[in-house]
């Protein structure tokens, strides 16, 4: 178990969770003072084990055969069962975590457009999504102290992560995701409006959307311009990608040709989007270039230094426990062969 203490002061390393049950130590002195003992072991409704031993120690010749120790030991049980009740727990030093207070949304188009092989990565020829994953997969390494999330889109729009601290997941389902996931058209509408829904729900001091696309809006239910209307409403800046190289040389039966990958990238609207909520359009044409992207939006909305501190804490109500189970398994078992001390 792992409970967070948020505390810049370093206490006592022991704690105990619930102090209060140390209030129950005296119960079985006052059990023995205040109840009447049962007539028979037949008639207790009640059988409390051990209990014949507390009066044995009235007894000095009992004291000396060596009973003592069996009311010892069962005292020691008692005590051991009581501070295992009491919840101990091990508080470590307290560990810095950085909080930004900054939600921030990632959208990624997966239409079929994406498949086009026009990026390089480490001199191999890429797809677009391809080189997506790996610039974007370090951005969100980098983002400590924000809550992510992922938005998925195509002709339709899906939220992959919702808000986390956890950039691990975040990573991972970007990893796994696949060309033509969400169909193989572009709802750039739907997935801002979708980033609205979920970010002003949200009560993070600044909300961001990264929104990644390489082409225009042709499908969705609402127009790219009015959900970026609707986002500067709320406060939501939309930082917009435009993805594709602008020329390739391909091979034809009439020799080489140039054409342009990107000639279906609506610049106008991913401008528009940007300006609308206050931030800014970037255009990718090569992996080198959206990889200064990145590192620009780094610079543009930094991970601010404010931090935490939370103390870790590990339970040890179990070792006082597993002491008091073993100390009365070996009374039974010591009961049992007839003796009347360890």
Known sequence: MVHSVWSERVDDMIHFEWVWVFLF??????????????????????????IDDFERIRDPR???????????????????????????????DPIELPVSGRDLMLAVDL???MEARDFELNGQAVDRLTA??????????RREGDRLGLILFGENAYL???????????????????????????????????AVKRLQESAGESRVLILLTDGANTAGEISPLKAAELAANTGLKI?????????????SLLGHRRINPSQDLDEKTLRAIAEETNAR???????????????????????????????PTVALFYWPLAIALLLTALLIVTRNLGGRGL
Request: aromatic share 8%.
């Open 111 to 113: 239409s079929g457009s």
């Open 25 to 50: 130590l005296p119960l079985p002195l006052l059990a023995r003072l205040t109840l009447s003992p049962a007539q028979s072991e037949r008639d207790a409704a009640l059988r409390a084990p051990f």
């Open 281 to 311: 359009y970037f255009r990718a044409r090569s992996t080198d270039e959206l990889e200064e992207i990145y590192k620009l939006l780094d610079e543009l909305e930094p991970v601010e230094a404010e931090t935490h501190h939370f103390r």
């Open 160 to 194: 992959q992560t919702p808000l986390t601290f956890d950039r691990a997941t975040v990573h991972t389902l970007l990893m796994e995701s696949v060309i033509g996931l969400a169909g193989k058209k572009t709802a750039i509408g739907d997935a801002i409006g979708l």
């Open 239 to 251: 930082y917009t990608i435009g993805v594709g190289a602008d020329e390739i040389i391909v091979q």
């Open 62 to 92: 009992s004291i000396r055969s060596g009973s003592w120790w069996t009311v010892l030991v069962a005292i020691i049980i008692w005590l051991l069962l009581i501070v295992a009740a009491a919840r101990p727990q091990w508080i470590g």
């Open 132 to 141: 997506t994953k790996s610039v974007a997969g370090e951005f969100i390494q």
